[in-house]
């Protein structure tokens, strides 16, 4: 069986990493369409190394012979468009925060629950979590399955890719007035972002948390479980690509940290790479390109009853996004019956 996918979105940073994975992990495809807004038409982006695939517009698109929509292009436009593509039986996969919330669409992660897939025909669309939630409970599903969590504490280190191109020309171009002694004023950001961090993504909500806070706490109850506590400060910080993490987790029973570290090397999609020494631990720089969430500086909490303490991190672009959205695909060709409109 071989599919017919679009890429919708498929310019932007997200979007181009999908049509990537798709090529790198051989998808069943019959035909990919790269599509965008009106003023991208014509464009060329890359499927696998030798495809070139010349962008399409959006707007005028008839979804009703296409099998599979993976989307990124932005909340206002899926809250348009997702819906169309799904009444036209298209099943769409949505890199956005625009349904993540909604009860009746399944907010998902292959590794964690993959379970919510069972009914996907309801709506026809499924959510793609929060880049951030995503990494950190890739590396906590193992644990709470042995020893339920009770509460988490969470600190992000997030890239500026995770705020698109325009994010990362900022971090560049303010890097590079600064060694030529000039000053480039914020435009993406509140503050320089260069040689700097800032304790601010997304907007202010009335408790004084922000938006990307709220997510990370939201969907870990929708995903995980509804009873866990979660405290989550994000931060950006001066990194192109790849979003780290502090975790303090508290148990409701005993896991140790040699316990945690076992059942971790073991876990599907998570890469333990924690040795007491110095370079022992995985930063941003080394999970760029890979699909793995990495977990390092794992070790006992002592100021709780059952604590542990651990580094998480994970290249956004790909396991944060793309590469969990093409991972949904796949579990829906192998494991829900997912069948091409038409037989080839």
């Known amino acids: 069986m071989s599919y017919k996918v679009a890429v919708v979105g498929a310019t ?67 809250k348009i468009f ?43 669309i499924i959510a793609n979590p929060n880049c951030s939630t995503m990494q950190m409970l890739v590396a906590l599903k193992p644990l709470h399955d042995v020893a339920k969590i009770k509460r988490i504490v969470v600190s992000t280190y997030q890239s500026v890719s995770g705020a698109g191109k325009d994010a990362m020309d900022e971090l560049f171009d303010q890097t590079k007035a600064l060694f030529m002694n000039e000053q480039k004023a914020p435009n993406k950001f509140t503050k ?26 939201n969907e870990t109850k929708k995903i995980l479980d509804p009873n866990i506590a979660v405290s989550a400060t994000c931060v950006r910080v001066p990194v192109f690509v790849g979003h780290s993490e502090s975790i303090n987790i508290e148990f409701e029973s005993p896991m140790s940290a040699d316990e945690a570290r076992e059942i971790l090397t073991e876990a599907e999609g998570v890469m333990m790479y924690d040795e007491r020494k110095d370079g022992g631990y ?11 969430v990495f977990v390092s500086r794992l070790r006992n909490d002592p100021t709780v009853k059952h604590g542990l303490s651990m580094w998480v991190v994970s290249d956004n672009l790909r396991k944060g996004a793309a590469l969990n959205a093409v991972q949904i695909a796949e579990h829906l060709i192998r494991h829900c019956g997912l069948a091409p409109k038409k037989s080839h």
């Open 12 to 78: 932007g940073n997200v979007g181009r990493e999908i049509l990537d994975i798709l090529a790198d992990r051989r998808f069943p495809v019959r035909e990919v369409v790269a599509l965008a807004s009106r003023s991208s038409i014509g464009k060329e982006v890359s499927f696998g190394d030798e495809d070139i695939l010349l962008v399409k517009a959006l707007d005028d698109y008839d979804f009703s012979d296409t099998d599979i929509a993976l989307f990124s292009p932005g909340s206002a436009i899926s």
């Open 82 to 124: 997702a819906p169309k593509a799904a009444a036209a039986g298209c099943v769409v996969i949505d890199n956005t925060s625009q349904f993540r919330m909604d009860p009746t669409i399944p907010l998902v992660i292959p590794e964690v629950n993959p379970e919510a897939l069972k009914d996907f025909r309801k709506t026809n």
């Open 192 to 217: 320089r972002i260069a040689f700097n961090v800032i304790p601010h993504i997304d907007v202010f909500l009335d408790d004084g948390s922000t938006k990307e806070e709220s997510k990370m706490v």
């Open 282 to 292: 995985c930063t941003p720089l080394e999970c760029v390109g890979e699909d793995g």
